[in-house]
Structures are given as C-alpha cells and as structure tokens.
C-alpha cells in the first residue's frame, strides 16, 4: 500500500493520560501535514513539517501539542495530558514538495477520551 | 465569518442526477482549490485539483473556478449510488504563502436507487 499510513486507528485514553498518533507519509513524499476534525465541523490546520523541521504550526495549540518528523521513521503528533475535548478524528496528509503538489491523506486516527 | 463556506446538506438526489456541490470563499489569496470525497470513517480522498480561475473536467466531474465571484464548484454527472459521500472543498494561496488548506464543513450526498 504506497498511501498515507496512521497508525493507530482508533485510540482510547483516560484524562491525564498521552496520546502518540503516527504518519508515515506516500512513498517520495517529504512533507507531512497533521489535521483535526471535529464532529459536524470541517477539517482544521494543526502543523506542517518537512524531515526534522517544523515549517508551520500556526493551527496547534500552545501547551500539550507537538509533532516531529525525524530524519528516520514516521511523524509523531504528541497530545500531553489529554481532556476530553480532544477527542476527534486526526488526518494526516502528505506531499511531495511545496510547489503544484496536493496532499494525499491518511485515513485517520479516531482518538476518544475517556 | 468563516473563511471557506460550504452547505453542509443532506443532499438527497436520484441515481443518475446531476450534482452540484458549491463553495463560497472570502480570503482572495487563495490560489490553488481541491475537492475531496470522504467515506465514512475513511480519510478524504482527492478528487479534483486546480489552479486559479476556470473549468477542469475528469470523467463524470467538472470542477468550476470563478475567482472574481470567489465561487467553486462540483459537478457529478449520471450520479450513482457509490457517490454518497461527503464532498469537502480545500483551498490555499501559492506556495510561501502557507501549504496549509483551510476546508468548508462539508456537503453530505446521498444517492438513492
């Protein structure tokens, strides 16, 4: 399967406890952008990386949030001491370059807050 | 007001209709726009892709740009059952300007038999 691969699919946390959704982008692609759905709302901007750097992280919240994409291995969306209003559907997407390219997304990591 | 708006239906149509899903947007930046169909409990899959201004057409769907009107939209032609889905529309400005798609909310299609 040459897609946007997120493991896991589904992931269930207790308050408090952390969350560590995974993105291993398309064959040839270096660059990995992370969204959030919300139920009955459209998908919002988190984070944009390329290998080891993080391009743009205007959509993720201050505290709690971050993401990496290491030189070698899948991007990691990290969630600190999750509440119950991060429970929604995150998309990972990815591309080639930055010029012309769409992004292709995963199918998705449902995660649910106990 | 939100950047990017887009009625969230239900759309209800018969087999073999014509469809025409539609977005409205605000930020005249915005360059590049994209229409994704999305299963449920499946990510969004890309359907059309498209630069500024103008009609691109691939199989039973027609993608419309008018800029001046800050409108696009989706035409599906001879609709079957297997396109009840979500249609999201994306959109960005050209690159340096942010890689980032804002969406609409998404039109929820359903095609009866």
């Known amino acids: 399967n040459a897609g946007v691969m997120q493991n896991p699919r589904h992931l269930v946390r207790r308050r408090g406890q952390e969350a560590r959704l995974r993105c291993s982008p398309m064959?040839?692609?270096?660059?990995v952008y992370w969204y959030r759905q919300l139920p009955e709302e459209g998908l919002k901007f988190m984070v944009y990386?390329?290998?080891?750097?993080?391009?743009?992280e205007s959509g993720m919240p201050k505290e709690r949030f971050s993401a990496e994409f290491p030189k070698e291995g899948p991007s990691i969306l990290r969630i600190q001491q999750v509440v119950r209003g991060d429970s929604a559907a995150y998309f990972c997407?990815?591309?080639?370059?930055?010029?012309?390219?769409?992004?292709?997304f995963g199918d998705g990591t449902r995660l649910s807050i106990l | 007001q939100k950047e990017v708006e887009q009625d969230p239906g239900p759309l209800s149509v018969p087999e073999g209709a014509i469809v025409s899903l539609n977005c409205t947007y605000s930020?005249?930046?915005?360059?590049?726009f994209m229409w994704y169909r999305q299963y449920s409990r499946k990510g969004p899959e890309l359907l059309m892709y498209?630069?500024?201004?103008g009609n691109k057409e691939d199989g039973r769907f027609t993608a419309q740009v008018d800029k001046s009107s800050k409108y696009i939209s989706l035409f599906i032609r001879d609709s079957q059952p297997s396109d009840s889905a979500t249609y999201l529309c994306?959109?960005?400005?050209?690159?340096?300007?942010?890689?980032?798609?804002?969406f609409g909310t998404g039109t929820q299609l359903k095609v009866e038999l």
């Open positions: 990386l390329q290998k080891e750097n993080i391009i743009d």
């Open positions: 498209t630069y500024s201004s």
């Open positions: 064959k040839g692609h270096s660059h």
């Open positions: 994306a959109m960005r400005g050209l690159t340096g300007g942010g890689n980032k798609l804002t």
């Open positions: 997407a990815s591309s080639p370059d930055t010029s012309n390219q769409p992004q292709h």
């Open positions: 930020n005249s930046a915005f360059q590049y």
